[in-house]
């Protein structure tokens, strides 16, 4: 059975993000590197657009252009870092300090 392909960056991101800081820091690092990172992998076709998984059975995330890519990697910092925030590797590694701080009781 051949999998879904979609366009729409929320819908997609629905079901491709489970927990917020780790999902979402290692879906950014493989759109923006175009590679596998954790559960998500990003691959160039060779008709030149990028198709984003989570898993093997899971929907693609059709990419055709480097402005759609761009236009993801925005939505998903202002869908969960905040419109104009900060980068999400800095947000990533700010909420991992504060998860540390956590643990140790500070």
């Known amino acids: ?45 060779p008709n030149g657009q990028l198709f984003v998984s989570y898993g093997e059975d899971s929907p693609w995330l059709r990419l055709p252009t480097e402005a759609a890519k761009q236009g993801f990697l925005r939505r998903l910092g202002g869908r969960y870092v905040g419109e104009g925030g900060m980068d999400i590797g800095a947000w990533y590694v700010m909420h ?3 998860a540390s701080d956590y643990r140790k009781g500070a």
């Open 1 to 45: 059975m051949a999998r879904i392909t979609l366009t729409d960056f929320d819908e997609w991101l629905d079901d491709a993000v489970q927990s917020e800081v780790e999902d979402v820091y290692a879906l950014s690092e493989a759109v923006d590197g175009e590679t596998e990172f954790a559960q998500y992998k990003a691959e160039r076709a």
């Open 96 to 98: 991992m300090g504060l």
